[in-house]
């Protein structure tokens, strides 16, 4: 049984491939082994249109407010 592939499309400013703005709905996909880098996670891939280098994706938790 094959696994199932997990997308979003958002868009990205600030590229960390061609530091250009404005590329809208990428499609980033699930990678099969998430990178652990400095104690977070990359999860998810996109080609940056520009230069088709991959993007990679991090989710980070909000820092909780102190009272």
């Not at 979003?8 to 590229?15: R, W």
């Not at 980033?28 to 082994?33: N, V």
Request: glycine share 8%; charged share 15%; aromatic share 4%.
């Amino acid at each position: 049984m094959a696994a199932q592939v997990h997308t979003l499309s958002i868009d990205v400013n600030g590229c960390a491939r061609c530091h250009g703005d404005g590329h809208q709905l990428l499609t980033f996909t699930a990678l099969t082994h998430p990178l652990e880098i400095g104690g977070e996670t990359l999860t998810h891939w996109a080609p940056c249109p520009t230069n088709g280098e991959p993007i990679l994706l991090l989710f980070r938790q909000p820092v909780p407010e102190e009272d």
